[in-house]
């Protein structure tokens, strides 16, 4: 079976390495990958790396299925573009179509959608550029702090949450006025929820749903969550707070109707729902949806995973959820992640990464890597995701500690204190 993944961090690291697992015979083929992906795939360079080039690969390379990491492939429309063409149409497509995917690019869908099938969320409204006045007198009527999110992707950056009313004011004005470009044209206000996020991972075929084990992310550059937001510094799973009664009423009142959600919007969905939760006095809410696995979270999620990655991606494709059971390794993974000096905001990357080849008792998932000359050298804002295990947090972090020691990189830069609160 031939197998292309999109995307080149740490997630996709962690696909490859699953797959690369699988007792099935299987070639795995990857765009761009990083220092690490290059060695368990077939690579395809390309400096154009977009739906075109994707399809030709697909035919040239007779892909059977096409594992899409990331959300802009897929807000693009890559599923319905490989689908819809008649050379195309059989390889199999893991990630939703263009209308769904409009749960993660559009954040006035993903709340519509919300407020129709009634999952809990935070109260909210949309404003559009003609409606900047309506904007102000709503958030004269909300308490703070005031949430604000662009509509469309923002690469992380779109959410603003502020105290103040005066500058929550001018924020709303500046994004409706362009602030993020197309995607704050429409801008979401919402009510700020306050309570422990957790990350849910559903695998759905259109027809069944499992949900893959929870996991915990740490968003923010900085020691007790403080500082600017990343692409996530650390991940835990499982997660100590999410006892039985709370899994269920996440699974009752919000798997289970975004699911049914999805099938009645006759939306067609084969592939990850991430639901972004938040825990408000032991009751879930949604923050958000993704269309996709979660980086840091996929590291720690498929290494709990005993299945082959393959058997479950094969019944996803073939709506044969329901057959199959997930076995799930009951000790605790912890992921810290090393990111380059200045992350997020500037930094510089070709530095010499030394001391992965003598890890032990650590995975190491390459994220912004590259191989020149036998060195490997960093190429990316995150750079190695190290992953440990152990029956309780306390030795997984330990592990993922002591590994971290030996690897030296100039401006190596990570959170000290994953899982602190847990
Ligand atoms: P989003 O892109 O919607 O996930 O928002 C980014 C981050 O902003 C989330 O991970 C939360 O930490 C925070 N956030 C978003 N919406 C809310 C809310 N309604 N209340 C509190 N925090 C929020
Ligand atoms: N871990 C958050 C994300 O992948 O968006």
Redesign the pocket.
Known sequence: MNILIVGSGARESAFIWKLSQSRKNINIFSINPNAGTQELSTPIYTQKEDLEFIKSKVVDLKIDMVLVGPEIPLIEGIQDYLKKDPITNNTAVIGPSKKGAQLEGSKDFAKNFMQKYNIPT?KYRSFSQTQIQDGLDYLETIKPPY?L?ADGPAAGKG?L?IDNIIEAKTQLEEMLLGKFGESSKTVVV????NGI?VSCFVLFDGKNYKVLPYAKDY?RIGENDTGL?TGGMGSVSPVPFLDKTLKQKIEDKIIKPTVEGIKNENIDYKGFIFI?L?NVNNEPYV??YNVRMGDPETQVVLSRLKNDFLDLLISCDNQTLDELEFEVDSNYFVNIVLASGGYPEKYEKGKVISGIESVEGSVIFHAGTLKKNDEVYTNGGRVLSVVSTAPNLKEALKKSYKTISKIQFQGKTFRKDIGFDL
């Open positions: 935070a949430v999110k959410v949450i919402e009510e700020f929820l996020e968003k937001n972004g938040i923050i958000e």
